[in-house]
């Protein structure tokens, strides 16, 4: 039987903004703020639980988690194969569990598929990234402006 110490969150602290994972068996009491975000409570700490796409893209970057489209975030390790012209990355040689890629997306995508596939690592991958794209498009400007923000301490 499951008990609560065998759960672990990634949250948001709160006082520092940053990305901690904890243990639910440690947690002292569950609340919502006043935008309905759960809130756990811990050794006098709040901690809100990562929720959305675009905090999982924002605190997991890091990790390898990146936005491909507004409907997903994508485990970049988990990419098999893109598909360029339907604008899918795939997780199986099947093709039948997917991810959508939209068209601001798709050089970066090639580049990490290419990448992966000669034993680069994801930080190498982004930094050619980084040093090869520009735009004027503005959706793709704010892509890029977040890629270089959260590329600069990588």
Known sequence: MLQLSDFHLPVIN???GQLESICLADVEKITKNNRDNTIY????TEYMLVTSLDDYAEH???L?????????????YKVKEYD???KNVYFDDQRSRFAAVTTIHNKYVKLMVDG???????HQIDREYLETE???NKKAKKFLDFFMRKTKNI
């Open 60 to 62: 997991m970057f890091h």
């Open 14 to 16: 709160q006082t520092t």
């Open 134 to 136: 520009t735009t004027t």
């Open 41 to 44: 409570h811990l050794n006098g």
């Open 116 to 122: 992966f596939r000669a034993r680069k690592r994801l």
């Open 64 to 76: 390898g988690l990146r936005d491909f489209d507004k409907s997903n975030v994508v485990n970049v």
């Open 84 to 86: 360029e012209d339907l």
